[in-house]
């Protein structure tokens, strides 16, 4: 399958099992050049996306199963993402990486904004009954530099996650960052 979708090109094949009791599910497929956060909003519940930006996306998964709940918790297969010129959209996230700035810079807070801008964002992962495993991912963007590693379970619609935060790609000195708690609106 071919087609042009949320500005971008989408490129896959996908297959349906429905000849046993439970029907299997797989499905390979990438995406280039794809509005990561029309896309989003389009699949969230809420109609908010946390991202902005030009995104590729690549994955090969599969599952069977009965209902959603099934899916979902038989999920597996990889993932790996990479945006670029973009922004991470979370008022939250954008407050406690001011802290964490303003720390390792020495100076008081400032106000955040809305979103974190980004040059990059990247991340690959592995998928295993229905949870999302990585620790790769990598945002830059042009005052500091990101490293994160964690879960994001599917079924359960939630994260605990700790992102690194430093100054610079090659800085040593980085603080953590948890992020805990249901994906609709999760603490840090």
């Known amino acids: 399958l071919n087609m042009q979708v949320y500005q971008g090109q989408y490129s896959g094949s996908a297959q349906l099992d429905v000849s046993g009791t439970t029907p299997h599910y797989q499905a390979n497929s990438e995406l280039q050049q794809l509005a990561i956060g029309e896309l989003m909003q389009a699949l969230a519940t809420n109609k908010k996306s946390f991202i902005r930006g030009q995104s590729s996306l690549s994955f090969n998964i599969k599952t069977s199963g009965k209902s959603v709940t099934d899916l979902k918790k038989q999920l597996s297969g990889t993932l790996a993402f990479n945006a670029a010129d973009g922004a991470l959209q979370s008022e939250s996230l954008a407050r406690n990486i001011e802290y964490v700035m303003a720390f390792l810079q020495g100076r008081a807070p400032k106000p955040s904004g809305q979103e974190i801008i980004f040059d990059s964002f990247a991340a690959t992962g592995v998928i295993t009954h229905g949870v999302f495993s990585n620790d790769d991912l990598i945002l830059t963007t042009p005052l500091l530099s990101a490293t994160g590693a964690g879960q994001v379970d599917i079924p359960s619609s939630s994260i605990a996650y700790t992102l690194g935060v430093g100054?610079?790609?090659?800085?040593?000195?980085?603080?953590?960052?948890q992020i805990e708690g249901p994906l609709a609106k999760p603490k840090y």
């Open 167 to 177: 100054l610079s790609p090659d800085s040593d000195r980085q603080l953590p960052i």
